[in-house]
């Protein structure tokens, strides 16, 4: 079955404590990318990547990390989460940049740092 | 920067009704993708449908269709025969084909109820 799977679905952690979001996909597809959904603001985007070793920016990448070492996989790394990094995280991965084809996106990611 | 704009943060309409959701955009680029995307609450992310900018001809799924007008940088999304199961909330969303900013940006999100 076609899916992108992130991993874990909810997290509790503390302000410091660096943790990783892991993202994977079994579609062979070489855009991914990661998005936080927040209320009023809707998603936005963290990081992308349109290819292995290729990542780029988003709209809100400060606090995170990511890295794209093999096709599949795209975790996102908060090396000191902060309050204000609590979110609604999701990965999605598409054939390519142009989303021709469809988009699919993962479960989500519910964070919570205290 | 690009930017989309969802001026309608909640709707509700009767089952079987029709209902338009209104998106518009701001880009200087002429080659673009735009989507709607559908939340349920179960979270998940799913594609309703999708519009290429160089394409005149409006897209259409099933009972979904989109009014695209490019001058006005207008992307509504028109529901037919809405049934219960569109409950949802629905985010309109672009992104460039241009190098180097190849970045997905969505709108605040419009939540649509629909009324049995």
């Known amino acids: 079955e076609a899916q992108v799977t992130q991993n874990p679905r909810y997290l509790i952690t503390v302000t410091g404590k660096k943790l990783t979001v892991t993202c994977s996909q079994n579609m062979n597809h070489e855009y991914m990318s990661w998005y936080r959904q927040d209320p009023g603001l809707g998603l936005r985007q963290i990081y992308y990547s349109m290819n292995v070793e290729v990542t780029d920016k988003g709209d809100v990448p400060e606090g995170y990390k990511v890295s794209r070492k093999e096709k599949r996989n795209f975790p996102l790394i908060l090396e000191s989460p902060s309050p204000n990094q609590t979110s609604l995280y999701f990965c999605a991965s598409s054939f390519d940049i142009s989303m021709n084809t469809e988009a699919f996106f993962g479960q989500g990611t519910r964070l919570t740092v205290v | 920067a690009q930017t989309v704009t969802q001026s309608q943060p909640e709707m509700s309409v009767q089952e079987a009704e029709t209902v338009t959701l209104s998106c518009t955009y701001d880009?200087?680029?002429?080659?673009?993708?735009l989507f709607w995307y559908k939340q349920p609450p179960s979270r998940q992310m799913i594609l309703v449908i999708r519009q290429e900018a160089y394409k005149q001809q409006n897209a259409t799924e099933n009972r979904f269709s989109v009014n695209f007008q490019k001058a006005a940088k207008s992307f509504s999304l028109k529901i037919s025969d809405s049934q219960l199961g569109d409950t949802a909330m629905y985010f309109c969303?672009?992104?460039?084909?241009?190098?180097?900013?190849?970045?997905?940006?969505f709108g605040t999100g419009t939540r649509l109820t629909i009324i049995p």
């Open positions: 880009t200087s680029e002429n080659n673009y993708y």
């Open positions: 969303a672009f992104i460039s084909l241009n190098f180097g900013n190849e970045k997905l940006t």
